[in-house]
């Protein structure tokens, strides 16, 4: 079994499906399946670094207030650190360790010289104004301003953090340093360093993983009805490359619920809807009313959870109708849910790979940053769909090689990438 990680980490009651626990539970997995040294997976299981850094702010009204702001970098055997900086209400420490651990494998999986991060602050930024998000982002980066670096740790956008938020984190890191650093951070705005296809870039590789899956049973995105929970950057762009290919999009929600149309909704007149209606879809004309815990249970062909994580679990497993689960958000199927589904036939498209278009456009962000040589669209899209089209290929032939799932298909080669690197390098005495 894989030790407790030795870092300070919340309690967590009976009910709760801690994101850590169940990415050491793959974690282990792979490392069984591929018949780890201990001590290589000992290494492997814990975050080498844990920041916690406080970050007093005062508010418009005046009042001080003071968040915990976290960041985790678990390992940089193939490259420097890199993940998101979430902003939410349910940001811990757990959840931003286990999303760094996956953020390794992901990286690893797709072929990029990175390793995993990932940070956070539990706010809610829906609460806060414009500037004191700025401060809050500001003095948040510079208390990690020693811990991240173009050579370091990359940060990108998140739940909750945008464009706007990764360049006050780049002008606040540039103006310490003394000049422009561009590749600090990536999901940047294109005025300052940002690169084409990244907002689009979540999405575009999640409808790419699910073109491929449909394409290796004979059937193409034309036609198919397609059911998407969460309907932020993720969902949208996948919405909208899905609804261009010819697919139904029947149903789609926010955290304040769904619509739900049988013959189809309208993607760029919803997204028109929910630009104006603070991001929300409820209410959109010509359609039906729908709760987030319904929309999962619609018969469809494809269903895209691009939400928060466990969502599909032990309790609604057996109401899952879609054929097709492809994992566009991190972790939102839980160890046991997953195997009930592998058990009846479905196929669901682990998150390591189904939504790693984001991470593999920040890489050539950070890549053209680098050189200071920035691309067109069009290149950007076609390096994406290679790096992506050929880690999903890797994907099934490792599955079909070990005779194993596609979730731990992609772990065995995620894990055994970034093992085989350790073993290389050697252990520092």
Known sequence: MIATPVMPLEPASPA???????????????????????????ILSH??????VSIPVKLDNGEIRVFAGHRVQHSDILGPYK????????????????????????????????????????????????????????RYTSELI??????????????????????????????????AVPGVVTGKPISVGGSRGREMATGRGAMIIVREALADQGRSLAGMRVVIQGFGNV??????????????????????????????????AVKAYAS??????????DAIAISNADLLTLPCDVLIPAALENQITEENVNQIKAQIIAEAA????????????????????????????????????????????????????REMEHLMVQAYHQ??????????????????????RVAQALTDRGLYP
Request: aromatic share 8%; net charge neutral.
């Open 330 to 381: 991190n972790g939102p199927v839980t160890l046991e849910a997953n195997r009930a589904l592998e058990a009846r036939g479905a196929i669901v498209l682990p998150d390591i790979l189904a939504n790693a278009g984001g991470v593999v456009v920040s890489y050539l962000e950070w890549v053209q940053g680098l050189s200071y040589v920035f691309w067109d669209e069009e290149r950007v899209n």
């Open 83 to 138: 993940g998101g900086i979430r902003y939410h209400p349910a940001v811990t420490l757990r959840e931003v360790s286990a999303l760094a651990m996956l953020m390794t494998w992901k990286c690893a999986l797709l072929g990029i010289p990175y390793g995993g991060a990932k940070g956070g602050i539990a706010i809610d930024p829906k609460q806060y104004s414009a500037s004191e998000l700025e401060r809050i982002t500001r």
């Open 235 to 268: 969902g949208i762009a996948a919405a909208e490359l899905l609804h261009q290919a010819g697919s139904k999009i029947i149903a789609v929600s926010t955290s304040s619920g769904g619509i739900y149309s049988e013959a189809g909704l309208d993607i760029p």
């Open 16 to 42: 709760y499906i801690c994101p850590f626990d169940q990415a050491c539970s793959y974690l282990e997995a792979a490392a069984k399946e591929l018949k780890l040294d201990q001590g290589i997976l000992e």
């Open 146 to 179: 020693k811990d991240i670096g173009p050579s370091v740790d990359i940060p990108a956008p998140d739940m909750g953090t945008s464009a706007r938020e990764m360049a006050w984190m780049m002008d606040t890191y540039s103006v310490n340093v003394g000049h």
């Open 276 to 285: 104006r209606n603070h991001r929300s879809v409820v209410g959109f004309p």
């Open 395 to 416: 994907v099934i032939q490792q599955s079909k090689l070990r005779q194993i799932p596609l979730r731990l298909a992609a772990y065995t080669l995620g894990v055994g």
């Open 47 to 52: 975050p080498r670094k844990v920041v916690t």
